[in-house]
T-cell receptor
């Protein structure tokens, strides 16, 4: 069991480009969560997805950010037209159903740098 | 709504002395509580979790935490610090009974420094 896999580990984008972050949950996990960690801050919830469904996107910025978790393949967090303020570490976590009592397994994160 | 307050942004101890990292939470329902550790430029590792079973929870690497409902606290302790414990620690609450089902709320983090 390889755990939660995130790629790439590091991503550099110029302002205005698109960033695509991938997250493959642990085998058997059907719930995926994305979190963002700004420098010297704790993690902030962005979005909670199940297969083909967005359950809670209350932490997603209204513009330029989107997330999906298709029936097949990894979950994708997409940031369009990146700006310097998007530079952060983005962590993905997964859990099996029901999500409320199990620990959440985190990936190693993708560190996005916008130049 | 749920929230977490870690009372110390930095804690410094000497190797071999006890560690206390403080955490208070606010939750409308019976919460699940977690402590995670993050070493520099690494991912998050689960230390321990409380899910309404025993109030004293034992985790990995000698850490434990006690859930005190009356004080709304979930402090993390270790009897004897090791150099390898130097990292950032996050107290986390999950509020499964409310509208924030499955969503984790993180504290701001406490950076633990261990001196030789």
């Amino acid at each position: 069991n390889a755990g939660v896999m995130q790629n790439p580990r590091h991503l550099v984008r110029r302002r205005g480009q698109e960033a695509r972050l991938r997250c493959s949950p642990m085998k058997g996990h059907s719930h995926v969560y994305w979190y963002r960690q700004l420098p010297e801050e704790g993690l902030k919830f962005m979005v909670y997805l199940q297969k083909e469904n967005i359950i809670d996107e209350s932490g997603m910025p209204k513009e330029r950010f989107s997330a999906e978790f298709p029936k097949e393949g990894p979950s994708i967090l997409r940031i369009q037209q990146v700006v310097r303020g998007d530079s952060a570490a983005y962590f993905c976590a997964s859990s099996p159903p029901p999500a409320e009592t199990d620990g959440y397994t985190f990936g190693s994160g993708t560190r996005l740098t916008v130049v | 709504a749920q929230s977490v307050t870690q009372l110390d942004s930095h804690v410094s101890v000497s190797e071999g002395t006890p560690v206390l990292l403080r955490c208070n939470y606010s939750s409308s329902y019976s919460p699940s509580l977690f402590w995670y550790v993050q070493h520099p430029n690494k991912g998050l590792q689960l230390l321990l979790k409380y899910t309404s079973a025993a109030t004293l929870v034992k985790g990995i690497n000698g850490f434990e935490a006690e859930f005190k409902k009356s004080e709304t606290s979930f402090h993390l302790t270790k009897p004897s610090a090791h150099m390898s414990d130097a990292a950032e620690y996050f107290c986390v609450v999950s509020d499964p009974g409310g509208t924030s089902y499955g969503k984790l709320t993180f504290g701001q983090g406490t950076i633990l420094t261990v001196h030789p």
